[in-house]
């Protein structure tokens, strides 16, 4: 068995321009947030993808004590999507418009104020790390989900932007650039929306994750899965697979889910982010290549308040080895 190391994970997504709240807060999207060695933030760090708001999104990712601090785009990003901001920024931004706020935003996010705020932007693809806690792990990432209300990032629903031809359904157009390569090689899955029938429930019983970033991470089996979107889907749950790749001509299972508390919990004196501990200390470690832990990691509520927690998630990540 490779040899792993302990490594402490704070997940958030949709925080939409969000402030954290003050430190004595009664709520956990607050300042003073647990160190970790790393944080993952999966998209929608703005309403309308304004430079400012990215600008606010730095300074509220600069007050997480964490080394290392990924970040994706999400749908409301837009001036993040060069093709879709070309082609609707003048109808959302309206007076505000700027045909030159692509380059900007790209700017500011692979620029000094991020590297000052120890943030990674990661455009859509597989990309390694290392931490100094001997942890060497790989990411796949993407911000694109099912078309939603005409926003950024966006593809069909019958179009397969995550799995090669050859892992597609009969049914789907084959679309991937950047497809995600096959178990054991991806250790975190970082997506702004969720699979289907993971964490993506709306209230009237409908569920708008994605069938084929479904197939993808069952294929995948990451440790982690991360994502956000669907506001009212926000929660975790441990997966377990089968080796059944759903096709959707049948009702056939693919994996079996266990709901995980959400609460806010008490870590080291005072109200904590909802806390999940799957690592080898704990009462029932994750079986890598086996299972999956999910994460809705949205701050914002369905009603658009950032009323959620974030997530600390205690993780074995693989050991670096010369």
Known sequence: ???????RILVISDTHNAPLYGPNHERAYREALPKVDLVLHCGDMTEEGHLHEYENTL????????????VIAGNHDISLDWNYYERMGKEVHKELHDDDLTRKALRLMNGRKA???????LQEGTHTFRLSNGAKFT???TPYQPAFCNWAFAYNGDQDRFNPTGHTTKYAEPIA????????NIDIMMTHGPPLGHLDRMPNGAYLGCRHLQRATARVKPRLHCFGHIHEGRGAERVTWT???????TEKSVASQEAIDGKDTILEGQIQPSHVDVSKSSSKPLQFGNETLMINASIMDGTNHPNFAPWVVELDLPLYED
């Open 177 to 184: 650039q950047n497809p995600v390569p096959s178990s054991p």
């Open 1 to 7: 068995m490779a040899a792993t190391v302990k490594t």
């Open 243 to 249: 080796n059944i790749q759903p096709d959707y001509d």
């Open 59 to 70: 300074t509220m990712l600069s007050k997480i004590d964490a080394e290392m601090k990924l």
């Open 139 to 141: 990411v796949w990432a």
């Open 115 to 121: 590297m000052q705020a120890g943030v990674t932007y």
